[in-house]
């Protein structure tokens, strides 16, 4: 081949391989870019409605707004075993005349649909019922001088078997006085029958873990002159003693609390005998004073600390910090001074 020609064919090789290279028109378009996923704000999570006298969810059936209902209950020896007082909030032991004990107890999300046996109200009852600022208050009794100051101090709805025996019955089961019974929803309804504008009541203690402070507890023991309690720890709860043997219900539970407070105290004196003689004494629950908690397998000592009737209740450690209580239900111990619990 001529040199020439072999020129022109080199030439025409090099054209058809430009052609067909990366300067065509018929360009690969690139894959789309995978887009990033978009970011997501989580959705807050409802806080849950907490019972205002446990601090614990409400339950199916409950209510965190209703109104508190206290209840005198019955505690000596003759009146046991009780119904319905574990379903109780929170309970307070009293001193009584004869240096017996009764109880108060309040009800706000649960409920007992049998009560009792229930008696008479005390003058100690009226600074108890303003901590509840409005409540219901059922007692079968009391004695007249006994009333003014529970209606002045708690804007409290009165529910008593004397005047509104239609709201009670008599157990044939048990000896008079104690044998008057009734539930709950049949007391607070009579009362918001009758005042309309109750508000439920504001939280009584703060919860939260248990101080660095508290030390292990599996037993606690109290005495007043007539009664005694004991409290042991087991394992999940506090269970309940009286006079030495276990505090159960009519139905066989065994009584307990996730709190016990237990509250050294000055007694008074109200100026009221019984039909016995006997002085009915004056809890008093304004003021300050020494204070052990139970909670947890644990203890904690402090200062209770209410300056006069329309203030909260509030407990303190030595730096002048709230001592939380487990959420759940409490029993409170009001223990005359000097008198001391022993716990271990």
């Known amino acids: 081949m001529r040199p020439r020609t072999t020129a022109l064919l080199l030439a025409a090789a090099a054209t058809l391989a430009t052609a067909c290279g990366g300067g065509s028109h018929h360009k690969t378009e690139a894959a789309p870019p995978t887009p990033s996923p978009t970011p997501t704000t989580p959705s807050p999570t409802a806080s849950p409605v907490l019972c205002p006298l446990t601090g614990v969810p409400v339950k199916d059936g409950e209510s965190a707004h209703r109104v508190a209902l206290a209840v005198k209950i019955d505690n000596i020896d003759l009146a046991r075993p009780q119904s319905g007082i574990d379903k109780a909030d929170v309970v307070v032991e009293e001193l009584v005349e004869g240096g017996l004990t009764r109880l108060f107890a309040v009800f706000q999300c649960d409920s007992a649909t049998n009560l009792g046996p229930i008696r008479s109200a005390r003058s100690s009852d009226a600074d108890l019922l303003a901590l509840l600022r409005g409540s219901v208050f059922g007692y079968s009794g009391a004695n007249p001088a006994a009333l003014p100051p529970i209606r002045a101090h708690g804007n409290t709805v009165l529910i008593a078997y004397d005047s509104l025996p239609a709201y009670f019955h008599r157990s044939s089961g048990r000896p008079a006085p104690h044998n008057v019974y009734s539930d709950t929803k049949t007391i607070l309804d009579a009362g918001l029958a009758r005042r309309k504008n109750?508000?439920?009541?504001?939280?009584?203690?703060?919860?939260?873990?248990?101080?660095?402070?508290?030390?292990?507890?599996?037993?606690?023991?109290?005495?007043?002159?007539?009664?005694?309690?004991?409290?042991?720890?087991?394992?999940?709860?506090?269970?309940?003693?009286?006079?030495?043997?276990p505090d159960?219900?009519?139905?066989?539970?065994?009584?307990?609390?996730?709190?016990?407070?237990?509250?050294?105290?000055?007694?008074?004196?109200?100026?009221?005998?019984?039909?016995?003689?006997?002085?009915?004494?004056?809890?008093?629950?304004?003021?300050?004073?020494k204070v052990w908690i139970l909670r947890d397998g644990k203890w904690i000592v402090g200062t209770w600390k209410r300056p006069g009737i329309g203030s909260a209740l509030r407990f303190v450690d030595a730096t002048g910090a709230a001592i939380p209580l487990a959420p759940g239900r409490t029993w409170i111990e009001l223990l005359p001074r000097p008198r001391v619990p022993r716990i271990t």
């Open 198 to 245: 109750l508000t439920a009541p504001k939280p009584l203690f703060s919860y939260g873990d248990a101080p660095a402070s508290a030390k292990p507890a599996t037993n606690a023991t109290m005495s007043w002159p007539e009664a005694s309690a004991g409290w042991h720890w087991n394992g999940s709860a506090w269970v309940r003693t009286q006079n030495g043997t």
């Open 248 to 289: 159960v219900m009519t139905d066989g539970t065994r009584i307990k609390a996730d709190n016990v407070v237990i509250m050294q105290i000055r007694i008074g004196s109200t100026g009221i005998r019984d039909v016995a003689g006997n002085a009915s004494p004056l809890d008093i629950t304004t003021g300050s004073g």
